[in-house]
């Protein structure tokens, strides 16, 4: 019988944890607390991704384990991006254009299975922790912008793409929508620049320096690659940081997110 002792943990995030199956599988298992269709709406989604080609492991099965929901999928070997760059920095521009490059292969399909994008944000919205006028003027602006049908993976950033074998793999479909591929970007330069890690001050400004390095040559490459207009990035950022006010977020990169939120609607 399965059993949690049996199995290695091998990653760990904010909603659940991965364990190893066997050299070829792992197992995500969600912690308590979400809603009972989680696996199964990730399993669809990241199965929807695999079909389009798009270069991410293959979802297996869902898998119950107690009273925990979870999904097998193939087994990637690899680091985060995030985990390497933080080891070798000095390859944090060549990795950025490959990070955007992908970005932009998953803004080519149209994912109109999948839910709205734009609905998504005006219910994360509506659940922000946000002065009232505020969140009305962004869910005004909301809902003057046209719908779109592109493939938005929606939680896009290093820790999310495993560095492999067979080059960039990116895991995580949950947060997967149909929408603006601008939507989608803005979301990660924002995930990208108020992310924290835990270290000395100098360590701190080095990873600083880090991100803001990897965001520019990310940007930069994906608007050459994708022919989007970047001027149309700046309408997206405080949206999608109201939006992310809705999660559980550590003191300063609440208050970096709420700024950005608060500067691009005045």
Same mark, same amino acid.
């Given at each position: 019988?399965?059993?949690? #002792?049996?199995l #290695?943990?091998?990653?760990?995030? $904010?909603?659940?944890? +991965?364990?190893?199956?066997? $050299?070829?599988?792992?197992?995500? *298992?969600?912690?308590d607390?979400?809603p009972?269709?989680?696996?199964?709406?990730?399993?669809?989604?990241?199965?929807?991704a695999?079909?389009?080609?798009?270069?991410?492991? #293959?979802?297996?099965d869902?898998l119950?384990?107690?009273?925990?929901?979870?999904?097998?999928?193939?087994?990637?070997?690899?680091?985060?991006?995030?985990?390497?760059?933080?080891?070798?920095?000095?390859?944090a521009?060549?990795l950025a254009?490959?990070?955007?490059?992908?970005?932009?292969?998953?803004?080519?399909?149209?994912?109109?299975?999948?839910p709205?994008?734009?609905?998504r944000?005006?219910?994360?919205? $509506?659940?922000?922790?946000?002065?009232?006028?505020?969140?009305q003027?962004?869910?005004?602006?909301?809902?003057?912008?046209?719908?779109e049908?592109? *493939?938005?993976?929606?939680?896009?950033?290093?820790? $999310? +793409?495993?560095l492999?074998?067979?080059?960039?793999?990116?895991?995580d479909? +949950?947060?997967?929508?149909?929408?603006?591929?601008?939507?989608?970007?803005?979301?990660?330069?924002l995930?990208?620049?108020?992310?924290?890690?835990?270290?000395?001050?100098?360590?701190?400004?080095?990873?600083? /320096?880090?991100?803001?390095?990897?965001?520019?040559?990310? #940007?930069?490459?994906?608007f050459?690659?994708?022919?989007?207009?970047?001027?149309?990035l700046?309408?997206w950022?405080?949206?999608?940081?109201?939006?992310?006010?809705?999660?559980k977020?550590?003191?300063?990169?609440? /208050?970096?997110?709420?700024?950005?939120?608060?500067?691009? *609607? +005045?």
């Amino acid at each position: 019988m399965l059993t949690l #002792k049996r199995l #290695k943990k091998i990653a760990s995030g $904010n909603t659940a944890e +991965v364990f190893a199956l066997s $050299n070829k599988q792992v197992l995500k *298992l969600y912690f308590d607390g979400y809603p009972p269709d989680e696996a199964e709406n990730e399993l669809n989604k990241a199965k929807f991704a695999y079909l389009q080609g798009i270069p991410t492991p #293959k979802s297996i099965d869902l898998l119950q384990l107690g009273s925990r929901q979870g999904l097998v999928f193939e087994r990637c070997k690899g680091p985060s991006l995030a985990a390497y760059l933080q080891q070798y920095p000095k390859d944090a521009p060549h990795l950025a254009c490959e990070f955007a490059s992908l970005h932009a292969t998953i803004h080519q399909y149209d994912a109109s299975p999948l839910p709205l994008s734009q609905q998504r944000l005006s219910d994360k919205m $509506n659940r922000a922790d946000v002065d009232h006028d505020l969140r009305q003027q962004a869910l005004e602006k909301l809902d003057s912008y046209p719908q779109e049908n592109m *493939l938005c993976h929606g939680d896009f950033h290093p820790a $999310n +793409v495993i560095l492999s074998n067979q080059g960039l793999m990116v895991i995580d479909w +949950v947060d997967a929508t149909q929408g603006p591929a601008l939507a989608d970007v803005a979301r990660t330069e924002l995930l990208i620049a108020t992310s924290l890690i835990t270290a000395d001050s100098f360590e701190q400004q080095a990873y600083v /320096e880090l991100k803001q390095q990897f965001v520019a040559a990310y #940007k930069r490459h994906y608007f050459q690659l994708s022919k989007r207009d970047e001027l149309q990035l700046a309408r997206w950022l405080p949206l999608v940081a109201i939006g992310r006010l809705s999660e559980k977020l550590a003191g300063s990169s609440f /208050e970096q997110t709420l700024a950005i939120a608060q500067q691009g *609607l +005045v």
